[in-house]
């Protein structure tokens, strides 16, 4: 008897690639209970993560690795879109604000400063697991999920079937403005996933997809602890 639930987002041929994302999430709304949650929380939520997805690695075959350089060459733009866009991002969340759409506190309290005034070693800690986390862990499932799962999902509830880059207007979009939604810098998210649908379509490969998203987040971590604009955090 077929399980009914096979081609669902929740089904077992679904699940290495939308749980890993899902718990990530879950630890987002752990992290945001407490100050003190939102310094452990974040290297408990990579290390479980990460250990799901080490235990799920067989089901990653269609990360193919490329040394291609369009990987490098879209994750550094898009980093300097991220940056780029930023006073966009925040005059939107302004406009927000004002229609009552989004509170005038939303915007966490806490910053890492606040750990590194009590603790330098305890900051560097937090930041090494922040830095591997974003580079590697969230390029990983994000990239798993939105362009690996779902832009083939929202094609053929049997994904497996759509080819990796499949391309439909429909899937192209949704993902990318979904995955715009998923992120606090909301313009911001959209071009990158705008960016990385295209190399996705383009190149067909999806290690490609985790080079580029692993290098941006990389980056911008990089300009955090140089520059100490928190907020990218």
């Known amino acids: 008897m077929s399980d009914s639930s096979a081609h669902l987002p929740w089904g077992a041929a679904a699940r290495p690639w939308v749980v890993p994302f899902v718990v990530w999430l879950a630890g987002l709304l752990l992290q945001q209970t407490s100050s003190d949650a939102a310094i452990w929380a974040y290297p408990l939520r990579t290390i479980v993560v990460g250990a799901l997805l080490i235990a799920w690695r067989r089901a990653y075959a269609d990360l193919r690795p490329s040394r291609h350089w369009s990987g490098v060459a879209v994750g550094v733009a898009v980093f300097m879109i991220w940056i780029g866009l930023d006073p966009v991002d925040q005059g939107s969340r302004a406009i927000l604000r004002s229609l009552g759409l989004a509170s005038e506190t939303g915007e966490a309290a806490w ?13 560097w800690v937090w930041a090494v697991f922040r830095l591997f986390g974003s580079a590697v862990v969230v390029a990983v499932i994000e990239e798993l999920f939105w362009r690996g799962f779902l832009m083939r999902w929202i094609l053929d509830s049997d994904f497996r079937k759509v080819p990796l880059g499949a391309f439909t207007w429909r899937s192209f979009l949704i993902t990318a403005v979904l995955f715009g939604f ?47 604009d928190w907020q990218f955090w």
Do not use: M
């Open 111 to 123: 910053t890492p400063q606040a750990l590194r005034d009590r603790s330098e070693v305890g900051f």
């Open 182 to 228: 998923e992120h606090d810098r909301v313009v911001a998210g959209i071009a990158a996933g705008i960016a990385y649908g295209a190399l996705l379509c383009w190149k067909r490969n999806l290690f490609l997809c985790v080079l580029a998203h692993g290098l941006t987040n990389f980056l911008l971590g990089l300009w955090v602890l140089a520059r100490g």
